[in-house]
């Protein structure tokens, strides 16, 4: 009779925890690849509407101090699986292999219960480990007719790749995925990535408009150190004829080339015919790449917006968090740049947009500073799941609820690795606070600081003003206390046979 007892306590509780796992709430984490916050109509974008990226903003959370501990595309997506500093992950800089035998957030899911999935872009150089189910593009991928990877092999997609992620993503979630189990999908765009690449529906959009330039274009970079003027990455002198459109891409089917030279043919001819020169050449540039920028994000998009209608169509919205952001931020002409890299503003801060309903209030904002370092950490607390103690953010799901908590980080850390690479922009690391930046180029061993209230486009820095001598001493301390807590002696951790990818075969 005991025995019979224990066995009935044991199933009762057995299914009790069946039933708290179906409550668990499902996770769908969306990640665009270079999406810069000022392309983004809840972000008050002069430049174009995201009619379903304000959809989260008004159903959810928007942050507006969100930012990345590394602005580059492999390192961010390494720091989200982690919940590490790039030092700690070993993942420091694009062209890296992540070791995809330590502990990540897609592990821990997996391992309390949920069901996960990856789709589109991965980068990382070695197959997800931690997930039950993946298919992912080839490093970067092309913006046309993907080949694409999953554990069984190369699989040949046609079409556009924004448009097939999300396909790949609604079979996932209609036909594939475990009703029984919570989810954790991660959905990851290529777009809007260099070279900018329309989707053929949008080859003639924003053809009749002109796009606003940033009061930055024409930069000369006189308020800050020589790291500032050592790059190549202005649209003035290093967007190539790829970039602008004035070769037809080689990997284009016969339909889809045909709709290219009808688009771009006419108007690559109207540009010869003018012979521009000077800063009017600059602002034709400027019109041709962010038009095509622009055309990347409006596909993405609708692509947001299919699953969000499919989750609203199958109930699932109502027990599902959505998260949308990007691995980093974007130039969009701002200091006459396009890419990122940078700890300046543009590049540090990320868009972030939550959607939890019956949690966060729908049209709120948050100014908390808030990294993708915190991500991770995020994830498992909304899953009710344990937050390994080594890793270093915190969650924020306080935060969503409406409740910040009064021992918020009030400063953020940054560290960048990748030169000599794309771009020549110099290491740096630095320390952000609410009202000052400061930033250490440390192979020149040059300092700046930008005062962001007085000097909001960061155009001048006060390093050296003696009116800022006690706000120099008290910033180098900050970045002191956080190199500390973190754990960065300027080494980057080196892991012995990483998983690499295994040989793959044409399907």
């Known amino acids: ?271 010869q015919a003018a012979d521009l020169k000077g800063k009017d050449l600059v602002r034709w540039k400027y019109q041709r790449y962010v038009k095509d920028y622009l055309r990347c994000v409006d596909a993405v998009d609708e692509n947001v917006g299919r699953v969000l209608d499919y989750l609203d169509q199958s109930g699932l919205a109502k027990n599902t968090v959505v998260f949308y952001t990007s691995d980093q931020g974007w130039y969009l002409g701002e200091h006459g740049w396009y890419d990122k890299r940078w700890m300046y503003e543009e590049s540090f801060r990320t868009p972030l947009l939550v959607r939890w309903p019956s949690h966060t209030q729908p049209g709120s904002t948050s100014d908390a500073m808030v990294l993708n370092l915190d991500f991770a950490q995020t994830f498992l607390d909304i899953a009710g799941a344990e937050q390994p103690d080594d890793m270093q953010g915190r969650s924020l799901k306080p935060i969503l609820a409406g409740q910040t908590p009064d021992d918020w980080r009030d400063s953020v850390y940054y560290h960048y690795y990748e030169f000599p690479g794309a771009h020549s922009v110099q290491k740096h690391l630095g320390v952000r606070t609410d009202r000052y930046k400061l930033i250490h180029f440390y192979e020149l061993d040059e300092w700046e600081l930008f005062d962001l209230e007085k000097d909001p486009h960061e155009l001048q820095s006060v390093y050296d003003d003696p009116a800022y001598a006690d706000v120099v001493k008290e910033m180098k301390a900050e970045l002191e206390r956080l190199q500390e807590k973190y754990q960065d002696d300027g080494t980057v951790v080196q892991f012995e046979n990483p998983t690499s990818k295994k040989k793959r075969s044409d399907k």
């Open 1 to 271: 009779m005991i025995r019979f007892a224990a066995m009935a306590a044991a199933a009762a509780g057995l299914l009790s925890g069946f039933a708290l796992a179906a409550e668990r709430p499902n996770i769908l984490f969306i990640m665009s690849d270079d999406h810069a916050y000022q392309a983004m109509s809840c972000y008050g974008s002069n430049r174009n509407q995201t009619p379903n990226l304000d959809r989260l903003a008004k159903e959810g959370m928007r942050f507006d101090r969100a930012f990345v501990t590394n602005s580059i595309c492999g390192p961010s997506r390494a720091v989200i699986l982690t919940g590490k500093y790039s030092h700690l992950n070993g993942f420091a800089r694009n062209g890296q292999t992540f070791n995809g035998r330590q502990q990540t957030v897609a592990k821990l899911l997996q391992k309390a219960g949920y069901q996960t999935a990856v789709i589109g872009k991965w980068h990382l150089g070695s197959d997800p480990t931690g997930f039950d189910h993946w298919h992912i593009l080839i490093g970067q991928g092309p913006y046309y007719n993907p080949p694409m990877l999953m554990p069984e092999g190369r699989v040949n997609h046609t079409g556009y790749t924004t448009d097939i992620i999300t396909d790949l993503t609604l079979d996932w979630l209609k036909e594939k995925r475990d009703p029984e189990k919570p989810f954790f999908l991660v959905y990851q765009h290529k777009a809007p990535h260099r070279d900018w690449q329309p989707a053929p529906r949008h080859l003639d959009k924003y053809d009749d408009a002109t796009i606003p330039e940033p009061e930055t274009l024409f930069d000369d970079y006189s308020g800050r150190t020589r790291a500032a003027k050592m790059q190549k990455m202005t649209v003035a002198e290093h967007l190539t004829d790829r970039d602008l459109k004035l070769i037809t891409p080689g990997n284009l089917k016969e339909d889809q080339e045909a709709a290219w030279r009808a688009a771009y043919e006419p108007k690559n001819e109207a540009f």
